[in-house]
C-alpha cells in the first residue's frame, strides 16, 4: 500500500484567508469584532505593549503572532508578566486563544456558487484532488499533518465526502485519512479534569449550525459561537479552544496531545511520498525539526519528499534540514499550494 504525507503550513491556509504568522497581529487589529470579543483583543495588545519593555534588553519580534504566544505562555509558567500575577496572565493567554479564533473564523470565507457554499479556492482543489486520488488508486493511503489551527481543510473534506479523523486514540484508520493537527484546532476542546480531547464536527452544508452566512455571497466557519456546553468529569469542558502555541515548550500538552503527534510521526515514517506545503521552518518551532528527524528515522524506502513554498528564501531552511540519506529524493518548489496540486497529482497518477 503506498503511503503519502501531507505537512501543510500556514502558507497552505493563506490562500483561504488566513494571515501568515506574521500578518497576524497586523489583521487581528483591523478585523471588525463585536463589542465583546474587541475587549479581548484590547487586552492581548496592553499585553503586547507590556512585553515592549523587554525589548531593551532582549530581541523578540513582537509582531510575529508565534513569538507573542510563545511569551504569554512562557508568562504563565513563570506566573508573572510584568506587574501582572499567576491569575491576570492566564486571562491574558484566555484574550489571545479568543483572538486566534475569532480572526480566524473571519478571515476564512467559503463563496457562494450556485445555491452551495464551497470550500476556499485552494482547499477546495486539495479536496477535489484527494477524493479523485482515493477514487483512483484504491491502494493509496492518505495522512495529512497541519500546522494550521484553522478549519477550512475539514470543510473541503466534507465538500466532496472524504472522511477523515484526527487520531486522538492509539489505532490509525485504513479507511479515512488522518488528519493530524500537531498545534490543536479551534472546534477542539478538552476536558479540564482528564484532559480528553473533543472535536465539534465541520460539515460543508450551509445554515447548518457552524456556519453563518455574510453579505456579499459567502458564509463563514463559526464553531466556536456554537460550543454545546457540555460536562465531562462531572466538570465542563474547557471553552477555550484546544491550541497550543508553535514553540518549543509543548510537554505541559503533551497528556492531552501528544498521541497526536505520536501517529503523526508513526505516520512520516511509514512514508513513501511526503509532500510538505507552505511551512517556512519558523525558528521558533524547534518542535517540528525534531518530530520531523525522529520521525523519518526508518528503514522505510521513500520515493520522494517534495517542498513547496513561492518563498525562495525558504529553501535554504530545507536544503540543511534534508540529509544526505534522502538528499536524491528531496525537491524545492517555489510554488504556492494551488500551483502545487498538479504537480503532486501528477507525481502520485505515475
Not at 500575577?85 to 480566524?104: C, F, G, P, W, Y
Not at 460539515?203 to 463559526?222: A, H, Q, S, V, W
Not at 515548550?249 to 513513501?272: H, L
Amino acid at each position: 500500500m503506498a503511503r503519502t504525507v501531507f505537512i501543510l503550513g500556514a502558507g497552505a491556509s493563506k490562500d483561504a484567508g488566513a494571515p501568515l504568522m506574521d500578518e497576524f497581529l497586523s489583521l487581528a487589529q483591523k478585523i471588525n469584532l463585536g463589542a465583546q470579543d474587541d475587549n479581548y483583543r484590547q487586552k492581548v495588545f496592553d499585553g503586547i505593549e507590556d512585553l515592549r519593555v523587554i525589548q531593551a534588553k532582549s530581541k523578540i519580534d513582537l509582531d510575529n503572532i508565534e513569538n507573542v504566544f510563545g511569551a504569554f505562555e512562557m508568562a504563565r509558567i513563570l506566573k508573572r508578566l510584568g506587574e501582572r500575577d499567576a491569575e491576570q496572565v492566564d486571562r491574558l493567554v484566555h484574550s489571545l486563544k479568543k483572538l486566534i479564533v475569532n480572526t480566524l473564523e473571519l478571515s476564512i470565507r467559503c463563496p457562494l456558487s450556485g445555491d452551495i457554499y464551497r470550500p476556499p479556492r485552494t482547499y477546495d482543489r486539495f479536496g477535489e484532488m484527494l477524493f479523485q486520488l482515493r477514487n483512483d488508486l484504491t491502494n493509496l493511503q492518505v495522512s495529512v499533518i497541519t500546522l494550521n489551527y484553522d478549519v477550512a481543510l475539514e470543510y473541503a473534506l466534507s465538500f466532496y465526502g472524504v472522511e477523515y479523523d484526527y487520531v486522538f486514540g492509539n489505532s490509525i484508520p485504513a479507511n479515512s485519512i488522518s488528519l493530524m493537527k500537531l498545534h490543536g484546532s479551534i472546534n477542539w476542546r478538552q476536558c479540564g479534569r482528564c484532559s480528553q480531547i473533543f472535536s465539534t464536527p465541520i460539515m460543508y452544508k450551509p445554515n447548518t449550525f457552524f456556519t453563518e452566512r455574510r453579505k456579499g455571497d459567502y458564509c463563514l466557519i463559526r464553531p466556536s459561537k456554537h460550543f454545546a456546553q457540555q460536562v465531562h468529569c462531572n466538570e465542563p469542558i474547557e471553552l477555550d479552544a484546544m491550541i497550543i502555541p508553535p514553540t518549543w515548550n509543548k510537554t505541559q500538552y503533551n497528556s492531552s496531545i501528544g498521541q497526536v503527534w505520536v501517529n503523526a510521526a508513526k505516520c512520516m515514517s511509514e512514508a513513501d511520498n511526503i509532500f510538505i506545503v507552505g511551512y517556512s521552518l519558523p525558528p521558533s518551532d524547534e518542535f517540528f525539526k525534531y518530530l520531523f528527524a525522529l520521525g523519518t528515522m526508518t528503514r522505510t524506502f521513500l520515493d520522494c519528499i517534495w517542498v513547496f513554498n513561492p518563498d525562495e528564501s525558504v529553501k535554504h531552511k530545507y536544503d540543511n534540514l534534508i540529509a544526505d540519506g534522502i538528499r536524491k529524493k528531496y525537491k524545492y518548489f517555489s510554488k504556492t499550494f494551488l500551483e502545487a496540486i498538479p504537480i503532486i497529482q501528477s507525481k502520485l497518477m505515475q
